[in-house]
Structures are given as structure tokens and as C-alpha cells.
């Protein structure tokens, strides 16, 4: 069975960095693309970026570059996003999900991480 | 980047009718390369829909999807007591692969 297992919820503080993860399992790991996708509360999806596991390239929308860094580690089959410097508007849901070239539908999605900034 | 639009914003509509969904981009979407996703309340979105008409597995057949260039519709003939979600178009042939923002499908 295809799954893909986010990190639990976190609460931080403007300014404090944050990874979270993404852990697949029930598939070559590798040879799928991993999207992050953001969910503000209440609101609607947010394609941020796409990475390929097998050789870590990675591609940004315009609107998330250089805000997040997204990485991944094939040798344990997890991806991940990070911040170095959160601020409150990163608030949000975040979901990875998986598709099986850089332009295919995302067929199997995380449970999702909720990140909270407040001071 | 291509923004996609979806009308109505919300959908009231009884079980048992029929429900259609639009989904207008601003350029054409290479080779359908459009899918719809359900979301329910408190989960993760499903994919319902890719290549503008093809049912992802296990997807009831009474979910379709129909468009071509820029104009896209998701059909869902007899609604189900467990239809009414939030539903998403995304292109995905020109990245940034956008969203669109979102259709309410609620009980009336």
C-alpha cells in the first residue's frame, strides 16, 4: 500500500527555522516526484514546489522561492520542507503528496502538518 | 503562471441531483493536463480526476470530467450524501502547476 506519513503538528515562534517531513512507503520512493502543497486556514492549495528524490532536483513556484527550501534523502525515503526564518503568514496545513513525473496528477497524498507561528 | 477559476464558489444542491463544476484557465492547458481533487472536511484532498476525463481508481462513475484548452467541467450525475466537499481543479502541464480556488458543494 502506497503511503506517505507527514511529521506531527508544530507551534513555533517568528523567526525559529522548522523541517518537516514526508515519509513514503509501499513504493520506489525514488522514482516519484514529490509535491509540497500549502493550505492557509480556510482557504484553498498552494502548489509551493516539486522535488525528484533520485537525483534532488527540485523546482519552485515564483511565489514560495527562496521562502522555503525543499530537500530529500532517498536513502531513507523521506522528503522534506524547511524554513529558516518562519514568520505568523507561514500558518498553515502543509501536504506532501506524490506524482509519478514532474507533470502527472498527485495520486497519493500525506495526512498533512499543521504549522503554527505565534509569538 | 496559468490561474485557474472556479465557479460557483459554492453549490447548494439536494442528494440525488446532478452537480456540474467549472473550472476556466487564463491560457490553454497543455495536452488536458487537468485534474480534479475532492476535499473533505478535516482531510487530505483525493484525486478524482486527471487528463481532463479520466476516473482515478476506485472513482464511483458517476464523477466525470470533460474539457479541452480552456474550459474544463467536472459532472457529478446522482450527488451522494458523501459528495458534498470542496472540490479543486489543478493544472499540472505548465509549472507553477496552479490551483484553482476552490468549489463548496453543500447540502441545500
Known amino acids: 500500500e502506497v503511503q506517505l506519513v507527514q511529521s506531527g503538528a508544530e507551534v513555533k515562534k517568528p523567526g525559529e527555522s522548522l523541517k518537516i517531513s514526508c515519509k513514503g512507503s509501499?513504493?520506489?520512493?525514488?522514482?516519484?516526484?514529490i509535491v509540497w502543497v500549502r493550505q492557509m486556514p480556510g482557504k484553498g492549495l498552494e502548489w509551493l514546489g516539486i522535488i525528484y528524490p533520485s537525483d534532488s532536483s527540485t523546482r519552485y513556484s515564483p511565489s514560495f522561492q527562496g521562502q522555503v527550501t525543499i530537500s530529500a534523502d532517498k536513502s531513507i525515503t523521506t522528503a522534506y520542507l524547511h524554513w529558516s526564518s518562519l514568520k505568523a503568514s507561514d500558518t498553515a496545513m502543509y501536504y506532501c503528496?506524490?506524482?509519478?513525473?514532474?507533470?502527472?496528477?498527485?495520486?497519493?497524498w500525506g495526512q498533512g502538518t499543521l504549522v503554527t507561528v505565534s509569538s | 503562471e496559468i490561474v485557474l477559476t472556479q465557479s460557483p464558489g459554492t453549490l447548494s444542491l439536494s442528494p440525488g441531483e446532478r452537480a456540474t463544476l467549472s473550472c476556466r484557465a487564463s491560457?490553454?492547458?497543455?495536452?488536458?493536463?487537468l485534474a480534479w481533487y475532492q476535499q473533505k472536511a478535516g482531510q487530505a484532498p483525493r484525486l478524482l480526476i486527471y487528463g481532463a476525463s479520466r476516473r482515478a481508481t476506485g472513482v464511483p462513475d458517476r464523477f466525470s470530467g470533460s474539457g479541452s484548452g480552456t474550459d474544463f467541467t467536472l459532472t457529478i450525475s446522482r450527488l451522494g450524501p458523501e459528495d458534498f466537499a470542496v472540490y479543486y481543479c489543478?493544472?499540472?502541464?505548465?509549472?507553477?502547476?496552479?490551483f484553482g480556488q476552490g468549489t463548496k458543494l453543500d447540502i441545500k
Open positions: 509501499g513504493y520506489n520512493f525514488a522514482v516519484y516526484w
Open positions: 489543478q493544472q499540472y502541464g505548465s509549472s507553477p502547476y496552479t
Open positions: 503528496a506524490r506524482s509519478y513525473t514532474s507533470d502527472s496528477p498527485l495520486d497519493s
Open positions: 491560457q490553454s492547458v497543455s495536452s488536458s493536463y
